[in-house]
């Protein structure tokens, strides 16, 4: 039985981190229940259960340009999981799963290689029933389903399911850099570039302060640069 283009008999594993321990930790309390509106309706009872049965704290957090959400151990001991207020409720979902299989994989595993074979197994069991038209369009899951096959660290790296995830529409104020024109400028984290050539999934930018050229993914957003000089 195939889910989507990837085998569902994979290696099982068991995803409870809870009841293995030996000494029971009471989890801190996350923010109540006001994740329910990050995320898709029908994915609601899924996440409800995702969130009960692991013993991390969420916290929902402002955007951050690095990322879009991260899990780490408190010097506590406990365990949390961020994700950005800016998403919109299919990156916040694949998001929190993500950080959710990092959590499993660690208590399962231990250290292991952050986005390793280990990461990528439990990540594929854990968005299982998530892949399901009733909470991703149909556009959105034929990608998902192959991003899932071998995962990255960031969706961002995977161009078309990046773009997909974002309903192909830009930040407020941005633009992806495919819709620049050739040898137009425009602002990239505060810095000017020209924009060249694509070579290949690319765009040859360069960059005016220091004169290097640098290469941008398609669905980098970028501002467009209007010159206040006058003739």
């Known amino acids: 039985m195939e889910a989507l283009g990837f085998k569902q008999n994979l290696k099982k594993i068991t995803i409870s981190t809870q009841k293995e321990n030996n000494q029971v930790v009471k989890p801190l309390p996350s923010e109540g229940l006001s994740w329910i509106g990050y995320i898709p309706e029908k994915a609601i009872p899924f996440v409800a259960f995702l969130i009960d049965e692991h013993n991390f704290t969420l916290k929902i957090v402002s955007q951050r340009q690095t990322k879009h959400g991260d899990f780490r151990q408190l010097p506590s001991g406990r365990f949390q999981i961020t994700v950005n207020n800016n998403l919109n409720k299919h990156q916040f979902l694949l998001t929190l799963v993500h950080e959710i299989a990092h959590h499993v994989t660690h208590q399962k595993f231990g250290r292991v290689q952050p986005h390793g074979q280990e990461w990528k197994t439990v990540f594929q069991h854990l968005m299982l029933p998530f892949l399901r038209p009733d909470i991703y369009p149909k556009e959105i899951l034929s990608l998902l389903a192959k991003y899932l096959q071998n995962a990255k660290a960031s969706t961002d790296s995977d ?5 997909a995830l974002k309903g192909n529409v830009a930040e407020a104020g941005k633009c992806f850099i495919f819709d620049v024109d050739y040898g137009s400028v425009f602002s990239f984290k505060d810095i000017l570039y020209k924009k060249g050539n694509k070579r290949r999934t690319r765009y040859e930018c ?16 970028v501002k467009k640069h209007i010159s206040t000089n006058s003739k």
């Open 159 to 163: 161009v078309n399911l990046s773009l």
């Open 206 to 221: 360069l960059n005016l302060k220091n004169q290097k050229v640098y290469l941008f993914n398609q669905n980098v957003e």
